[in-house]
């Protein structure tokens, strides 16, 4: 038994054999061929030679979309290991000469280049080529093994383990299937881990990547966030005695939460706060319906252009809103303009590196600067209005002025709706405080809009200093701290007294130990990942 303590990025438990990120193995059998199968061995060999061509095309592709050139590039030279003399006839050398079976003789060429690039240690550039030929010789193996090509949908249940994962390669993931994250890097405030989290996928940071526990069984222990997660490699009777009771705790809790489904968000002392859900894309939309949640705070538009690693058109848009506010049948639908930038990034914008980028270009100043990308979205949420109750949402405010020029931008594209004789609707426009700065001047923001929601995880990172991506600074995440407390409140105060009402829409929402704070601010409504609702509103109904 080994037992590695991380930092829980998403709670829950997990018990599954631990696969890497792109790295699932397939058996291989050592029967040696007889010699009238060698020729067949040679043209099964070249087959999946081109069919691994192919796909790795695709992987180069869509990295390039998602990622860029530099880690695109690792895909080149795969494809350049796979088309190498060398490699070919050392393959095709172990199938003619010593009669292996394809899948041998590519495992065996393979290890053997490898073997030989890894004793060139004096440059790293050999290690990592060595770690190049075994990965592309995997997808060979998968590739002649029948098994669909080498991406996250592994057959089996594997708890992940990663260096890192993007928060598109999250969304990437299916559940079903992984039931665990385990990575080395990533901060429990990353898109990552809150995509995580929403998807019902326990994880665990700050674990170091061990070649050695690809395969084993591992159980996943993520108690409480932020707090000491436990990974465990080939765990004994009594931890897989305590995971099984976790579990079957955790599972009846929820369960029972399920007759809160319909009830109303209401005090004891009869005071009101909505619980609304944050989403990113139509399944959230049907779990949020399955929690009972009032309504959608957050519908972070973005996930929907990442996902896909292009800007959609309007019309796609147009359709995905139109779904929102159809599926949520009159109920409000908060629909937050693109928030990309700093871990949401989306190549095909072509957006320069940046050396800080959480404090750079991002959310709605790449909108106002881009009219070709903002329009498009505004004129989509204006006509999908009409089907439902949508209110739009401006990220990363931080200044009247902002709100100024989004306010002509709008009134441009309903100019031109108008014209072009498309039906349209007004919705009401909110802002969020997600700065100190708007934080301090939201007296004057909330003069401009109908609606306010704070972003606390943004608030937070500006507030105290701390980057969010940044795993080491975990400790001093400190979304308690007085100084955000203080700007929350003075937010909720300016709202009410300009009459228009404030929501929380970042993680703290779901934070049971503040809900009752919130309450006494007078927040009107939290929103929050679906899978938090139930909880929180037992929450509100017990004080
Ligand atoms: C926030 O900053 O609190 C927020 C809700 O936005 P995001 O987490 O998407 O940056
Ligand atoms: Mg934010």
């Known amino acids: 038994m080994i037992q590695i303590i991380g930092r829980t990025a998403a709670e829950g438990y997990a018990q599954a054999t631990v696969g890497f990120y792109g790295r699932q193995k397939v058996r291989v059998s050592a029967v040696l061929l007889l010699p009238e199968e060698v020729e067949e061995a040679i043209s099964r060999f070249h087959e999946a030679t081109g069919k691994a061509i192919e796909e790795t095309d695709r992987i180069y592709q869509r990295t390039l979309n998602r990622l860029g050139h530099d880690q695109a590039a690792i895909f080149e030279g795969h494809k350049m290991i796979l088309e190498d003399p060398i490699f070919v006839e050392a393959v095709e050398g172990h199938i003619r000469n010593d009669r292996m079976n394809v899948m041998l003789a590519v495992k065996t060429a393979g290890n053997e280049i490898a073997d030989h690039f890894a004793l060139m240690t004096e440059h790293p550039y050999f290690q990592e080529k060595a770690e190049d030929v075994r990965d592309i010789c995997d997808r060979l193996l998968f590739i002649l093994a029948g098994k669909r090509e080498k991406n996250l949908l592994p057959d089996e249940p594997l708890i992940l383990m990663a260096k890192a994962l993007t928060p598109s390669e999250t969304l990437d993931l299916n559940p079903e299937q992984i039931r665990g994250i385990v990575t080395t890097f990533g901060s429990g405030q990353s898109h990552a ?69 319909d009830a109303e ?44 690693g292009e800007l959609p058109t309007e019309e796609e848009q147009f359709e995905a809103y139109k779904q929102a506010a159809l599926q949520m049948q009159g109920h409000s639908v908060v629909i937050r303009t693109l928030d990309l930038g700093a871990d949401k990034q989306l190549q095909s914008l072509g957006l320069a590196r940046e050396d800080n980028p959480a404090m750079g270009y991002r959310a709605i100043r790449i909108c106002l600067d881009k009219p070709e990308l903002f329009k498009p979205q505004l004129r989509a949420i204006l006509r999908a209005a009409v089907y439902g109750n949508l209110k739009i949402l401006y990220p990363m405010i931080t200044s009247i002025q902002e709100l100024m020029r989004i306010h002509d931008v709008m009134e441009q594209v309903k ?25 301090l001047i939201s007296d004057q923001i909330s003069r401009k809009v109908s609606f306010l929601s704070i972003g606390t995880n943004d608030l937070t990172q500006y507030t105290l200093a701390i980057d969010r991506q940044n795993e080491k600074l975990d400790p001093y995440y400190d979304a308690h701290h007085e100084a955000v407390l203080k700007l929350i409140e003075m937010t909720v105060k300016n709202a009410h007294l300009a009459g228009i009402p404030v929501s929380i829409c970042g993680e703290l929402a779901a934070d049971s130990t503040l809900t009752e704070t919130f309450l006494n601010m007078g927040v009107d409504s939290l929103s929050m990942n679906p899978r938090n609702i139930l909880r929180i509103r037992e929450k509100v109904r017990g004080i």
């Open 265 to 308: 968000d209401v005090t004891t002392d009869g005071r009101t706060i909505q619980l609304f859900a944050n989403v990113s894309g139509e399944k959230e939309i049907l779990s949020a319906l399955d929690a009972g949640a009032k309504g959608i705070g957050l519908y972070r538009t973005e996930f929907l252009f990442m996902q896909r």
């Open 415 to 439: 100019k031109e709706l108008t014209a072009e004789g498309k039906e349209w609707k007004e919705v009401p426009e909110g802002a969020m405080i997600e700065t100190p700065a708007a934080a």
């Open 193 to 261: 881990a809150i995509l995580a989290r929403s998807m019902g996928i326990p994880a665990i940071t700050g674990i170091p990547l061990e070649p050695s526990y690809e395969g084993k069984q591992a159980l996943m222990l993520c108690g409480q966030m932020d707090k000491e997660g436990l990974l465990i490699l080939d765990p004994e009777e009594d931890q897989l005695a305590e995971y099984a009771l976790k579990q079957k705790e955790a599972a009846s809790y929820q369960a029972s939460l399920k007759a809160l489904k």
